[in-house]
């Protein structure tokens, strides 16, 4: 997900916001409202779903000229009426009706409070936010009970736009849909209205800003890191699960990165933490779900929100897919300290680990795939070993071994804090064999920096990874006194290649890859016509610009001391991220 991209609209919208509704007096019956603070504005009209402009801005900027809400007049759709209570008050009911019968709306600088009272001829069932994929990827995040239903307390984020903590005044569950099927492009939230049981329920929706706290964070340069720190948490609401988006795959290899944030998310909203989606997101895993880079997953999982095809006819598992749930899952044990939790699933999270560990065909320390990474092998019609998903990585993959040390590295500790003695002596053992081996596997002496794959036929397939050599020194698989020469390797490569915008994030390779090495051909993933791929260089996996895995550049940057380049491309990403 892009979360540089800004949209705006024109001028002539916003003014024909702020004129839309006449100046009502208090009683009098309106076909539209609207309200605008220097948070969110907001228009109501009288034909369900009612809310036509929605715009949020949570840090009180007053940008609130893109329009996420994705409307359509239906024909025959009853008109109700809108009775204003004051300037910042209103209710929708039934024409002709008492306006008691229906719904109300209280709107303050930073709140938005809807209350519904149960009368039996009220004809609206809910209150729908039907918000424009295409204009933001809208989120809901919460435990969610069934499919499609989420318990409240939740948050509402919006990416470049602001969030809202949505509670109720009542233990409630609210619907929860999205689709990016038929052209159809939305998400949705509904608020279910009072009913027989709960004779009133209160809706309010708080705009706030969720991250974490450090000197110097109210700074202007931080504005789009307060403003977008939850970006990363997307929950789709067929699947349950933390996914690419609302509406999007569940990625089983990126899920440990979604586990890191949530170690470090304050809490969101009541007692619900990103450690609780993480453990929603886990569990489905751990019980059977498949997503994608898992064996047998099913990408037609939109048709009936299940996940349950195996077809192991295909390929195995993306070799960075247990791995990723492995630390995700001991991440949670630790973050949560929910000893209970960590001994009902260990058997499952150690037989990923041990899955994995089987995948060691040579007894080198290393884990093989089975794809051979060969150039221009019949296999690479199939996807590739991991999360670079167009680019020929097989054999011996140092992106995936360099997640799967860090996996066996906290395999080892959970099991010790689990008192799983013997389980924590053997992952250290693979942890301290794999280390023996992989920079001695990977390293490339003619450039001085590690490749991206040695394949079966024994050859080394270096295109100045930039992300596979910062991996390797996060995870501490570079020899210290190799660390900043690596590092000033790629600095000085970047500084040839003119490479210094890090606006975008950073370039994961900065050797365009060859034809034969290329998996996707199409040109709008990185194919090139060319033999050496130059044609299609810095588009998409191809050397493409992005924040993706840039948080390990940064890292293995400061743990090389280079200091004043962390500034520059740190700088970089805080100034894309806030424009």
């Known amino acids: 997900m892009n979360i540089l991209k800004r949209f705006k609209l024109s001028w002539g919208l916003v003014i024909t916001l702020t004129f839309l509704a006449p100046n009502l007096s208090k009683g009098e019956k309106s076909e539209s409202f609207a309200y605008r603070s220097d948070y969110y504005s907001i228009q109501l009209v009288q034909q369900a779903p009612f809310i036509k402009f929605f715009s949020v801005d949570g840090l009180g900027k007053k940008i609130l000229s893109k329009n996420i809400i994705k409307w359509k007049e239906l024909e025959g759709n009853e008109l109700f009426e809108i009775s204003k209570i004051s300037d910042s008050e209103v209710k929708i009911h039934p024409k002709g009706s008492s306006n008691n019968e229906g719904w109300s709306f209280k709107f303050e600088k930073k709140k938005i409070v809807i209350t519904s009272t149960y009368l039996p001829q009220n004809k609206i069932k809910s209150i729908d936010f039907i918000f424009d994929k295409r204009e933001n990827h809208a989120t809901l995040l919460g435990l ?40 159809t492009n939305y998400i ?27 000197p110097g964070v109210k700074a202007e340069k931080y504005e789009g ?24 795959d569940p990625c089983a290899f990126t899920l440990f990165l979604s586990s890191m944030l949530a170690m470090k ?24 779900m498949k997503g994608y880079g898992l064996e047998g997953y099913d990408s037609e999982w939109e048709k009936t929100g299940i996940i349950t095809k195996i077809d192991t006819s295909k390929h195995d598992s993306y070799l960075d897919s247990y791995p990723s749930l492995v630390i995700s899952a001991c991440n949670y044990i630790k973050g949560s300290n929910d000893k209970k939790w960590g001994e009902k699933y260990y058997p499952v999270i150690k037989g990923w680990m041990d899955s994995q ?9 290393l884990v093989e795939d089975k794809r051979s990474g060969n150039s221009g092998a019949p296999d690479q019609t199939t996807r590739p070993a991991n999360w670079w998903d167009t680019i020929g990585f097989g054999h011996e993959d140092a992106f995936s071994n ?6 066996l590295v906290q395999m080892s500790q959970t099991s010790k804090s689990l008192n799983k003695k013997e389980d924590a002596q053997l992952y250290a053992h693979y942890a301290e064999k794999l280390k023996d081996s992989y920079f001695k596997t990977f390293y490339n002496p003619a450039t001085g920096v590690l490749a991206g794959w040695k394949s079966r036929d024994g050859k080394l397939h270096d295109y100045w990874f930039l992300y596979v050599n910062s991996m390797a020194v996060y ?21 040839v290649e003119r490479f210094t915008d890090f606006s975008l994030g950073v370039p994961g390779n900065l050797v365009s890859i060859r034809r034969e090495d290329y998996y996707h051909h ?17 588009r998409y996996e191809n050397g493409g610009a992005s924040l993706n895995w840039s948080y390990f550049t940064l890292k293995a940057l400061k743990k090389a001391g280079m200091n004043k380049e962390l500034e520059q491309v740190s700088d970089g990403i805080l100034r894309g991220v806030k424009n």
């Not at 969610?144 to 809202?164: K, S, V, Y």
């Not at 360099?402 to 996996?407: F, K, P, S, V, W």
């Not at 709008?524 to 810095?538: H, I, L, P």
Request: aromatic share 10%; charged share 20%; net charge positive.
């Open 522 to 538: 199409d040109p709008r993933w990185g194919g090139g016509e060319k033999e050496d791929g130059s044609d299609a260089f810095q």
């Open 188 to 214: 949705s939230i509904s608020l279910p209205n009072a009913d027989e049981t709960v004779k009133s329920i209160q809706y309010t929706l708080t705009c706030t800003s969720i991250y974490p706290k450090f």
């Open 402 to 407: 360099a997640i799967t040390y860090g996996a």
């Open 357 to 365: 560990m089987k995948r060691d065909l040579d007894k080198n320390g």
């Open 265 to 288: 998310t304050p809490p969101l909203v009541g007692s619900l933490s990103a450690l609780d989606l993480l453990r929603m997101s886990i569990e489905r895993y751990l019980n059977g």
């Open 475 to 495: 995870y501490n698989l570079v020899p210290e006194p190799q660390i900043k020469g690596i590092m000033e390797a790629f600095w000085n490569k970047m500084q």
């Open 144 to 183: 969610m009970p069934e499919r499609n239903r989420t318990q409240l307390p939740a948050i509402i984020h919006f990416p470049d736009m602001g969030t809202f903590q949505v509670v109720a005044d009542h233990p409630t569950a609210i619907n929860y849909d999205a689709n990016r099927r038929n052209k």
């Open 225 to 248: 890191y307060r403003r977008n720190y939850l970006n990363l948490f997307q929950v789709n609401p067929r699947l349950q699960v933390i996914a690419n988006n609302s509406c999007s």
